[in-house]
């Protein structure tokens, strides 16, 4: 199965290398993106779907994908399956939403068509930096394109909605998630629209491709394998 892995604001396809062994170990073949715009000295001209045909270019052919987003990603490998729902085996979560559609992924500002990388220790807190070596991080950290607060999701698909989904809670846990979702939070409005979905608890921080690879991998090999653990 190709496995494409997306990671969140400020990062590049490396931070998954530790993943990736655990995948090919398995059998799988993973497909780790840097997004477009990513670092780069003209990120204002990347737009949302350029992240999104990105994504769904990741792996060579035609055949199923296992779309895996962390955190912010997670909007983009939405979007990504809404429009290949066909070649969509599963969709996995990693501390990330699926973004509803007509709005931006995110509502940060922009500046010079970027969003700037923040100061870990002072924008996150204690649960998000659990496990991780802060210095490390932001150390790796480079500026991601602005579209994913300029342009809005469009979803026109429903049978997405049918897709096998893994949800993996990091920093917060399931029954948190489901708190949200009953009190109806606009963040996780989607999370009711999902009719085949997995939920499963990763206690660590924001980031486990970076904190704890090798539960995480083995999480994702699941889903590939279509054995998640509800």
């Known amino acids: 199965m190709d496995v494409v892995l997306v990671p969140g604001l400020w990062l590049t396809g490396d931070c998954w290398s530790e993943v990736v062994p655990v995948l090919e170990a398995a059998g799988h073949r993973a497909h780790p993106v840097t997004l477009p715009g990513t670092g780069s000295a003209d990120p204002g001209s990347v737009t949302l779907q350029d992240c999104v045909d990105t994504v769904l270019g990741a792996a060579p052919g035609d055949g199923p994908l296992v779309l895996v987003g962390h955190s912010a990603a997670g909007g983009v490998v939405w ?3 809404d429009q290949a729902v066909d070649r969509a085996h599963a969709v996995v979560l990693v501390a990330a939403f699926p973004a509803p559609d007509g709005e931006p992924i995110m509502g940060m500002a922009v500046t010079d068509g970027a969003l700037p990388p923040p100061d870990l220790a002072s924008s996150f807190d204690e649960a998000e930096l659990r496990d991780t070596d802060v210095p490390a991080l932001q150390a790796r950290l480079v500026a991601s394109p602005g579209c994913f607060s300029t342009d809005p999701v469009h979803l026109t698909d429903d049978r997405r909605n049918d897709l096998p989904v893994t949800v993996v809670s990091t920093e917060y846990d399931t029954a948190q ?3 949200w979702v009953a009190a109806g939070e606009q963040p996780v409005a989607e999370f009711p629209r999902l009719h085949n979905a997995t939920y499963v608890d990763l206690p660590t921080g924001h980031w486990p491709q970076l904190t704890r690879p090798a539960e995480l991998g083995e999480l ?6 279509g054995s998640a653990t509800q």
């Open 79 to 81: 979007a990504a399956a």
């Open 177 to 179: 998630l489901q708190a």
């Open 220 to 225: 994702l090999v699941a889903a590939a394998d």
